[in-house]
């Protein structure tokens, strides 16, 4: 059975950073696409970040708008690992943070990690 398994979240000051790993276990045989999408209360779940995986078209990354210059998305395909490096934070980036992949042409999703912006 495959999972995602995040780690990383936690709660940091304004201008503060925080780096988020989601790892893919199981039975895997293609990983496309993984990315962060998140979640605040009252909110839709809104695309953060996704990333190709760079075997068939070089990595290609897609970033919303909010997050562009301050947000990294990697990925290291032998560890079936994505990442999320997040900088500048601000209060508006509190939220769940949940970790996506196309794994064996089915869509995947982690539990969510919380990460908290506040001083």
């Known amino acids: 059975q495959v999972q995602l398994v995040e780690s990383g979240g936690g709660l940091v000051q304004p201008g503060g950073s925080l780096r988020l790993s989601c790892a893919a276990t199981?039975?895997?045989?293609?990983?496309?696409?993984m990315g962060w999408y998140r979640q605040a209360p009252g909110k839709r779940r809104e695309l953060v970040a996704i990333?190709?995986?760079?075997?068939?078209?070089?990595?290609?990354?897609n970033y919303a708008d909010f997050v562009k210059g301050r947000f990294i998305i990697s990925r290291d395909n032998a560890k079936n690992t994505v990442y999320l490096q997040m900088s500048s934070l601000n209060p508006e980036d509190t939220a769940a943070y949940f970790c996506?992949?196309?794994?064996?042409?089915?869509?995947?999703w982690g539990q969510g990690t919380q990460v908290s912006v506040s001083s």
């Open positions: 996506y992949g196309r794994i064996n042409r089915l869509d995947y």
């Open positions: 199981g039975s895997i045989y293609s990983i496309f696409d």
């Open positions: 990333i190709s995986n760079g075997v068939t078209n070089g990595g290609n990354t």
